[in-house]
Structure formats: structure tokens, C-alpha cells
């Protein structure tokens, strides 16, 4: 799911989307309210994370001019009863002020996209075309026959299977499987997809493709 983040704050950008893409959120960032525009209508974000005292367009102005229903979360620093009842009258469907936790702010953000019917954490398997990822056990199934992965090629596999189609960067693979304290390179990545793509070999069917001078991406293409 695709997340944009509007502040002018850099280190506040920066945090917010370190927590956001280590769950698995596709972030754009934005340091004022033309760019956070121009990045809505391009990229249709799932959700909008504003700040109010954006320059050149507020974030006011930006719930007002959205032409689409999306939900939205005010984090800013105006902490006054009147602006809180203007950002809910706005129709943001949060609010949080500065300073904030970010570990709050992903649950409070997973709130609203559960609320929205966006987001669904509660399915325990994967079931894909020959293919079946028990989350609860923790095991992959390929055509009615297990297949023993060590953690690292599942947590890889899971990941890419819960963002099908979508494009990962060995450096964002690496952050959200591997987690940012990981001292290993981008070779890592490509060897553990060699090991997952010998695994993973179906007659029906490819799940795991190379971008060209990206990265990689899940998807289901029969042969």
C-alpha cells in the first residue's frame, strides 16, 4: 500500500518513513504542499499523512482541493481545540500533534485503512495460483507439496507475495527483510532470490521477477 507523507521537517520525513517502509508501506515524501499534490495525483496514495503549516499549500488546502476520498491524518504541531475540530470538519479521519511517537503513528495509521477497509491483517494464508503461505505456520506449500525455506528465503518470500506486482529495490529489500541494523550488502538479496526461484519452481507458473537495473517484484504469470 502506498503512503504519502507531507511535512518540512527532513527529520521528520526521514523517521516516519523509515517505520512505514519496515511494515511494508510504499512511502512518498513531500516537503511542501505543491510537491505533496503533484505525488497524489501521479501515484494515488492509499492514505495521506499531512502536516497543517506546509508552504506554498497548506495541508488545509490540500484535503480541500483532494477530488477523490482518501483517508487522511493531520500531524502537526497546532494543538488548539478550534484547529483539531477544523481538521475532523475537513473530514481527516485523524489527528495527531507534534511531538509524536512513530510507533503511534503506524498503529494509528493501520487503524485507519482497517477502518477504511483497506487493510486486512487478519488472513492466515497466502493462496495464490499453485502456491500457499501459511502465515500462522509459517509454511510454503508448491502444488499440494511443502517446500522447507529457512527464515530469511520466507520472510523474503512473504514480503514480495504481500505486495504483488510491486517494485523493490535490493536497498529497500534489505531494510525491510533483513531490518536496517544488517551489516551485508545487495548481493545478499540476489542470492537469497537464486535460492527462492530454485525452490519455487512451478510448470505453471513464475512468481518472482527481476526489474532490470531496479530490483525485483511478485508476480503470478503462467508459462
Not at 1 to 10: N, T
Not at 40 to 68: A, F, Q, Y
Request: charged letters at 25%; proline letters at 4%.
Amino acid at each position: 500500500m502506498k503512503i504519502l507523507v507531507a511535512d518540512d521537517e527532513p527529520s521528520i520525513l526521514e523517521v516516519v518513513k523509515l517505520y512505514l517502509e519496515n511494515e511494508g508501506f510504499i512511502v512518498f515524501s513531500a516537503n511542501d504542499g505543491e510537491q505533496a499534490l503533484a505525488i497524489e495525483t501521479k501515484e494515488r496514495p492509499d492514505l495521506l499523512v499531512l502536516d497543517i503549516m506546509l508552504p506554498k499549500i497548506s495541508g488545509w488546502d490540500i484535503c480541500r482541493s483532494i477530488e477523490r476520498t482518501v483517508p487522511i491524518i493531520f500531524l502537526t504541531a497546532k494543538t488548539s481545540e478550534s484547529d483539531k475540530i477544523t481538521g475532523f470538519s475537513l473530514g481527516a479521519d485523524d489527528y495527531i500533534t507534534k511531538p509524536f511517537s512513530p510507533r503511534e503513528l503506524v498503529a494509528r495509521i493501520k487503524a485507519v485503512l482497517r477502518r477504511s477497509g483497506l487493510l486486512d491483517e487478519t488472513g492466515s494464508s497466502l493462496k495464490l495460483p499453485g502456491l500457499i503461505i501459511n502465515i500462522i505456520h509459517q509454511t510454503v506449500e508448491l502444488s499440494g507439496k511443502q517446500v522447507n525455506l529457512p527464515p530469511k528465503e520466507y520472510e523474503l518470500l512473504t514480503f514480495l507475495a504481500r505486495h504483488p506486482k510491486v517494485v523493490f529495490s535490493r536497498d529497500q529489500l534489505l531494510t525491510n527483510v533483513w531490518g536496517y541494523e544488517f551489516d551485508g550488502d545487495d548481493r545478499t538479496v540476489d542470492a537469497t532470490i537464486k535460492r527462492l526461484r530454485q525452490k519455487i519452481v512451478s510448470n505453471n507458473f513464475n512468481y518472482i521477477h527481476t526489474v532490470w537495473g531496479i530490483g525485483y517484484k511478485f508476480e503470478v504469470i503462467g508459462k
